[in-house]
Structure formats: structure tokens, C-alpha cells
């Protein structure tokens, strides 16, 4: 099993940024995939980054250039930076890891953008 816990969420005004942390415990040995998930209420789970273990990452449109997500290995921590926030990324973020066939979710996490 693997748990993950999310930090870093709250308000923040339009083109502000916001650090999110997800923090990996348990069994996270041959973690693989990590990424960050986000959804409004009413509408799918969307994806918004994901990196690879060794590094390499994949943004959904709406967020390249303005996102950046990134790991600590040795901390079994995975970050998404946002910056230049919209109202429009107002959303519950999820974080994800995926461990040979199994996958984990966190909480999630609130981000509001104030307009």
C-alpha cells in the first residue's frame, strides 16, 4: 500500500502562484508514475502533469508553460509549481503514484483562484 498526503492548497488571486507537495509512505518502492489529477465538482477526474521515474513529464494543454511538476526520490515527493493561475484552475487536486499494476490516490486538495 501506498499513502499519500497533500500540502501547499489555498486561496490565491489571479496570477499568483501556488506550490503543491504530495508526500509518498508505505510501501513506495517501485513507485513508477506519479502525477497530479484535478477535478471541479460535477465534472471527470482531469489530468494535469505527470512524471516518470526517471523524469519525464507530460502536461495537459491548458497548463504548459505555467505548471511544472517535478520529484524528490530520496523524499518520495512529487510537486507541482503553478504559476499564473486563472480562476478557471479553481479545482480539487489529487495526487497520483502507480506501483506495478496498483494505483493510489490522495485526498486532494482545494485551489481556489480568487478573479
Known amino acids: 500500500q501506498v499513502q499519500l498526503v497533500e500540502s501547499g492548497g489555498g486561496l490565491v488571486q489571479t496570477g499568483g502562484s501556488l506550490r503543491l507537495s504530495c508526500e509518498a509512505s508505505?510501501?513506495?518502492?517501485?513507485?513508477?508514475?506519479m502525477a497530479w489529477y484535478r477535478q471541479v465538482p460535477g465534472k471527470q477526474r482531469d489530468m494535469v502533469a505527470t512524471?516518470?521515474?526517471?523524469?519525464?513529464?507530460n502536461y495537459a494543454d491548458s497548463v504548459k508553460g505555467r505548471f511544472t511538476i517535478s520529484r524528490d526520490n530520496a523524499k518520495n515527493t512529487v510537486y507541482l509549481q503553478m504559476n499564473s493561475l486563472k480562476p478557471e484552475d479553481t479545482a480539487v487536486y489529487y495526487c497520483?503514484?502507480?506501483?506495478?499494476?496498483?494505483?493510489?490516490w490522495g485526498q486532494g486538495i482545494q485551489v481556489t483562484v480568487s478573479s
Open positions: 497520483y503514484a502507480r506501483r506495478f499494476a496498483s494505483y493510489y
Open positions: 512524471i516518470a521515474s526517471g523524469g519525464s513529464t
Open positions: 508505505g510501501t513506495t518502492s517501485s513507485v513508477t508514475t
